[in-house]
């Protein structure tokens, strides 16, 4: 596999996912670190494992699960990956966001993405749900963008904009669930490095001093991709573990998993209401 994905490749793998499914789904959706039960509620579900699509990354981390599963949520038709795969998995940047463009051939219009982050924001505990209001692309600033190498123009322009990576007709609907259902919630920043390392107290407090008010190993990527398809995207971060900025703490992929038990009927209250009020 190259390091530039292709649209030879896109397309065999969108063409083996329609021949196995009988709508033409309209959401996709990213399920992150422990949050994968979500797609477990999905109705009239077809399932389709990921090493059965032709081009498609592996999942190799503990918490995702590694498929694929198309059908209706809230009347609505989706595509949901349970489980994502990441840079520091061995992949490049294209391989990990090939699954969003392969949801654009296959007719999504909106991408709704979750992850696990760690708080920065002293304010934030493990439990919160954080709606995404704008990024911090640490990986992307240092050379790793999922849009380097040929432009794919069938998708997108070769400088797309980013003034709003995060739609905010889909932030206000979310925050209106959140009010209605009694859903606490907290907004904020995320800031994606590539790990797996968590990171260091030193680097905490750097990212605090710039803004960021979460941070995590993921999302960002697939947010610039979908954003030069012209997708419009809500990001939605389950705040898992609080940071670690003096060092006095140790955090662990354990941490991040049992936080996820909390997190995700508070996820599914969110998606599920989301997706009845569009």
């Known amino acids: 596999m190259g390091e530039f994905i292709t649209m030879k490749e896109l397309n065999q793998a969108a063409d083996a996912i329609r021949a196995r499914i009988g709508i033409e789904p309209e959401i996709g959706m990213i399920l992150g670190t422990g949050l994968g039960d979500l797609a477990d509620t999905i109705e009239d579900a077809v399932v389709i494992p990921n090493d059965q699509i032709p081009q498609w990354p592996l999942s190799t981390v503990q918490g995702h699960k590694g498929r694929l599963v198309i059908g209706t949520l809230e009347g609505e038709r989706v595509l949901v990956l349970q489980g ?4 520091y998995e061995g992949y490049s940047m294209g391989r990990i966001t090939l699954p969003v463009r392969v949801m654009k051939l296959l007719g999504c219009k909106m991408l709704i993405v979750t992850n696990a982050a760690g708080a920065i924001n002293p304010d934030f505990n493990p439990g919160d749900l954080m709606l995404i209001t704008d990024h911090l692309n640490i990986i992307g600033m240092a050379g790793a963008n999922p849009l380097k190498g040929p432009n794919l123009e069938a998708f997108g322009p070769r400088f797309p904009d980013m003034s709003q990576p995060y739609d905010w007709d ?7 669930v959140c009010k209605e259902s009694g ?9 994606a ?16 001093t710039i803004g960021a008010d979460a941070v995590g190993m993921s999302t960002v990527p697939e947010v610039i991709v979908a954003r030069h398809s012209s997708m419009r995207v809500l990001g939605i971060s ?6 670690n900025l003096d060092g006095s ?16 009927p508070k996820l599914i209250k969110l998606i599920r209401g989301f997706l009845s009020k569009l």
């Open 249 to 264: 703490t140790i955090t662990t992929h354990e941490e991040v998993l049992e936080a996820g038990e909390v997190l995700v």
């Open 170 to 176: 889909m932030l206000d609907l979310a925050r209106e």
């Open 183 to 191: 859903l606490d919630h907290r907004e904020g920043v995320y800031a």
């Open 193 to 208: 490095l590539a790990g797996p390392s968590f990171e260091s107290p030193a680097e905490l407090r750097f990212l605090k």
């Open 84 to 87: 994502r795969t990441h840079y």
């Open 238 to 243: 389950g705040i898992s573990n609080k940071a």
